[in-house]
């Protein structure tokens, strides 16, 4: 088993930024894809970054691209969603997710583990 914790959400305006924290413990060897999720109130949970823990490698959504990134520290098991310029449409329960899948992989059936999501609401 996978635990995955989130951290990091909160209120901000228009334009402000927040960074969101995801620490794995347990099992981790048994994924090698880490990704950020949301979801909106009456709306499915959509992938928004992913990242591969051995490379490093990313994959994003269209809809974040250059606002968004996602990093990781190996030695602390944890992966970063820093999010800048956010809008009021990011408004979300982000969600951190963990797997053993493609890196742009954007169904959430494909992934084995998940936090249990941290609010993130920008005001206009």
């Known amino acids: 088993q996978v635990q995955l914790v989130e951290s990091g959400g909160g209120l901000v305006q228009a334009g402000g930024s927040l960074r969101l924290s995801c620490a794995a413990s347990g099992r981790t060897f048994s994924t090698d894809v880490m990704a950020w999720f949301r979801q909106a109130p009456g709306k499915e949970r959509e992938f928004v970054l992913s990242i591969r823990w051995s490379s490093g490698v990313t994959w994003s959504t269209d809809s974040v691209k250059g606002r968004f990134t996602i990093s990781r520290d190996n030695a602390k098991n944890t992966v970063y969603l820093q999010m800048n310029s956010l809008k009021p449409e990011d408004t979300a329960v982000y969600y951190c997710?963990?797997?053993?899948?493609?890196?742009?992989?954007?169904?959430?059936?494909?992934?084995?583990?998940w936090g249990q999501g941290t609010q993130v609401t920008v005001s206009s």
């Open positions: 997710a963990a797997g053993r899948t493609s890196i742009n992989e954007r169904s959430p059936r494909k992934y084995d583990y």
